[in-house]
């Protein structure tokens, strides 16, 4: 079964809107990741929280993870036209079980 | 520097002819891990190694699936007999070590099993 679900499956916005996309998992976590792919290829890894860690910055994106509910959320705000592609978190197994499970993704279209 | 580099790009193959993908990690990193992405399963785990060892296989999905890692560095996926049910993206990836390190993807090899 997928650890990391994330929803909405589907996000359409404005370009200079935010988008917030939410991730779930089930089991404990050492860290969470988010990743970006356009176009079914090339994996870009955009941000690591760890589980000690409750929010972290880079750029125009924004996570945070609450672990006693076992979510996180990703952040874009002013969103562009080049934003435009599918968002995945990944989540490791906890412990020294290091493989990333990723959910089946939310697919961002950003709208000029 | 450079980031990981797979090949082939694309690939297209017989139902039953073996097929073998490679992947070269970011030099300097201990750990490497293989993946797949289809439609109807998303992206799941294969296999990792630590150095040349693979401590965990739980994700290969049939005996005819192996990999290897020689010299800590390169990494071969073989696909043996393929079947058009393996035709999906394989992705590797790799990582300064285990534990809390960021993945870093390559761009993929697509696989088309005919």
């Known amino acids: 079964s997928q650890q990391g679900e994330e929803d909405p499956q589907a996000l359409s916005i404005q370009e200079g809107e935010n988008a917030t996309m939410n991730c779930s998992y089930k089991t404990s976590i050492n860290n969470l990741q988010w990743y970006r792919q356009n176009s079914g290829r090339g994996l870009v890894h955009l941000i690591l929280?760890?589980?000690?860690?409750r929010e972290k910055h880079s750029g125009r994106l924004r996570v945070t993870l609450d672990t006693s509910k076992k979510s996180s959320s990703l952040l874009i705000t002013a969103s562009r036209a080049a934003d435009t592609a599918s968002y995945f978190c990944a989540t490791d197994g906890g412990g020294s079980n290091y493989k990333l499970t990723f959910g089946k993704g939310t697919l961002l279209t950003v709208n000029p | 520097g450079a980031g990981v580099s797979q090949s082939p790009s694309n690939k297209v193959t017989e139902k039953g002819k073996d097929v073998e993908l490679r992947c070269d990690p970011i030099s300097g990193h201990t750990a490497l891990y293989w993946y797949r992405q289809s439609l109807g399963q998303g992206l799941e785990f294969l296999i990792y190694?630590?150095?040349?060892?693979?401590p965990d296989k739980s994700g290969l999905p049939s005996d005819r699936f192996s990999a290897e890692r020689t010299g800590g560095s390169v990494s071969t996926l073989t696909i043996q007999r393929t079947q058009q049910e393996d035709s999906a993206v394989y992705l590797c990836?790799?990582?300064w070590g285990l534990g809390t390190e960021t993945q870093y993807f390559g761009p993929g090899t697509r696989l088309l099993v005919l």
């Open positions: 990836a790799s990582s």
């Open positions: 929280i760890r589980s000690n860690e």
């Open positions: 190694f630590q150095g040349n060892s693979a």
